[in-house]
């Protein structure tokens, strides 16, 4: 391939990760998939993809995570201070729209959600601001959703 083909090819490359984003996996340990199938699926509203007696796959967001039975792995363990608040080291979410964010954090206020950390705003008036709000699954497993007033802040340092 010359220099030439292969500069193209390259840019090519490039322009695809820029406009289509790949899309992550995670799989996470339940206790009861039944809960996780609740939680995922009724309350946050996941499509339910393909299962089998030991996992569930979940449609979040466009991205694909997996509740697996390992009732011995669920829960959280530790924590770090973030902006004042205690942080679960474990946990993923989902990088909201501030429109999303509110949305999903009245709905999970009405269902009476407890939260770890309480829907507010954290850096306040400094780079990466952002709407933020801790909860646990029913198998322990923490979730964050957060939202950032322009995707720019996303990684602003």
Not at 48 to 69: K, M, T
Not at 75 to 91: C, E, F, K, L, T
Not at 112 to 135: C, L, N, S, W, Y
Not at 139 to 145: D, I, Q, T, V
Request: hydrophobic share 45%.
């Amino acid at each position: 391939m010359s220099i030439r083909a292969a500069s193209i090819v390259h840019l090519c490359i490039k322009e695809l990760a820029v406009t289509a984003a790949p899309l992550f996996h995670l799989a996470f340990p339940v206790d009861d998939l039944s809960k996780a199938r609740r939680f995922y699926g009724d309350l946050l509203g996941c499509e339910e993809g393909r299962s089998s007696d030991e996992w569930v796959d979940f449609n979040f967001g466009g991205h694909q995570i997996v509740a697996h039975l390992a009732p011995d792995e669920t829960g959280h363990r530790s924590i770090n201070q973030v902006d004042g608040d205690a942080v679960p080291v474990r946990h993923f979410g989902l990088i909201l729209s501030m429109e999303e964010w509110q949305s999903l954090a009245d709905k999970l206020t009405a269902h009476g959600t407890q939260f770890i950390i309480e829907p507010h705003i954290r850096f306040k008036g400094q780079v990466g601001e952002q709407a933020t709000m801790f909860f646990l699954d029913p198998c322990g497993n923490a979730l964050e959703f957060k939202a950032f007033g322009t995707r720019d802040q996303i990684f602003a340092k």
